[in-house]
């Protein structure tokens, strides 16, 4: 009996165990509202876009002409800045003490020419004209002492060595007078034109080297190349800092009273886009905040799509038109912020 009907019973318990477990693990299909509402269309014919919030000069990327050493950086992310204000600086050690010796040289070089350009000096025109007063009266006592023993008749009570030797001695005299003579006048005319020349290109040159010294040093003051907001400093003292164009830019800086959007529309969408069409863009998170678009450019290059991550270095295989558009002037977005935009289209077909 208990065979007959209690394994058929423990059979029917078992499948309908089953079929409630079944129905308790199936899931539930719930509908349930997205926490934020997805972007909507704006126009009826319009083309998506993804744009990017970049400050009206675009976003500069501060570089070094040169590596070195970080010894002060003089701003931080959020500070206005001045064209030609200072941002940071390199260790100028080596460059200071090269610029003493080149400006020591200068001072010896304009001295040189100082000294030169004031020859001669005053105090040196009276001995060098009491050489030539010298000269002349020797000249004249040789010729007395020639003309007495000329004078003597009779050729037997003088010497002819002693009138070879008077006549010699007027002679010498006579040259020691024009040297005289040819020396005060060399002093008179002062410095020889080559002379002052030769010593001007030296100065030249020595301040030629100071110049290019303070060219260096400049090189090493890094400075704002236009007014704007340093919008990134990733640069310390102490750290060494490489030029040329790197991954991360050293200091990111732009003009962010007014901001732009850059939009990138994919290619195959590309023809229906048209300059000057209305836009509206969206701020991710929140699409019910909306910023009417101002037309300003298109760049008409298409150019592989960068995934928005901030890394240059990233490429998809879709290439994009980038259209620039112009935000209101107050908003509260910031610059590499993302919006989803909507562009009016040209309609299908024309």
């Known amino acids: 009996m208990l065979l007959k009907y209690g394994m058929p019973a423990l059979a029917v318990v078992a499948v309908s165990l089953s079929l409630l477990s079944v129905q308790r693990m199936t899931p539930k299909v719930v509908q ?21 919030v970049e400050a009206a000069s675009e976003n500069i990327a501060v570089s070094l002409p040169v590596p070195g050493l970080v010894t002060r950086v003089a701003v931080k992310a959020g500070d ?23 400006e020591t040289t200068v001072a010896l070089s304009r001295s040189k020419l ?17 050489r030539v007063d010298e000269a002349k009266a020797l000249r004249e006592d040789a010729k007395v002492q020639l003309r007495l023993i000329e004078a003597v008749k009779d050729s037997r009570a003088i010497k002819q060595e002693d009138l070879l030797r008077r006549r010699r001695a007027v002679e010498s005299a006579e040259a020691r007078l024009e040297q ?18 030769v010593a001007r290109a030296e100065l030249r040159q020595a301040e030629a080297q100071v110049a290019r010294i303070q060219a260096d040093l400049s090189r090493l003051q890094v400075t704002a190349p236009i007014d704007g907001q340093i919008l990134q400093c990733k640069v310390r003292p102490g750290e060494f800092a490489q030029s040329g164009t790197l ?35 969206q701020v991710r998170g929140n699409a019910s905040i909306r910023y009417p678009l101002e037309f300003v450019r298109v760049e008409p290059y298409v150019v592989p799509k960068r995934n928005l991550t901030g890394d240059s270095t990233e490429r998809v295989d879709t290439r994009v038109l980038q259209v620039l558009f112009k935000l209101p002037a107050q908003t509260s977005l910031y610059p590499g912020q993302q919006m989803d935009l909507s562009i009016e289209a040209k309609k299908e077909g024309r």
């Not at 997205?34 to 126009?43: G, Q």
């Not at 206005?80 to 080149?102: H, N, T």
């Not at 100082?114 to 009491?130: D, N, T, V």
Request: glycine share 8%; charged share 25%; no cysteine.
């Open 80 to 102: 206005a800045v001045r064209k030609g204000q200072l941002l940071f600086s390199l260790d100028d050690r080596d460059l200071r003490a090269e610029l003493a010796l080149r």
């Open 180 to 197: 005289a003579t040819a020396n005060l006048q060399l002093l008179k005319a002062g410095t020889w034109k080559p002379d002052l020349e």
């Open 247 to 281: 991954a991360q830019p050293l200091i990111l800086m732009g003009r962010v009273d007014q901001l732009h959007i850059r939009a990138d529309i994919d290619e195959k969408d590309a023809w229906r886009f048209h300059p000057g069409a209305k836009a509206t863009g």
């Open 32 to 52: 349930a509202q997205p926490p934020l509402p997805p972007p909507t269309a704006a126009y009826a014919n319009q083309v998506g876009a993804v744009g990017l």
């Open 114 to 130: 100082g000294k030169l350009e004031a020859s001669p000096r005053p105090e040196e025109i009276p001995p060098a004209q009491f």
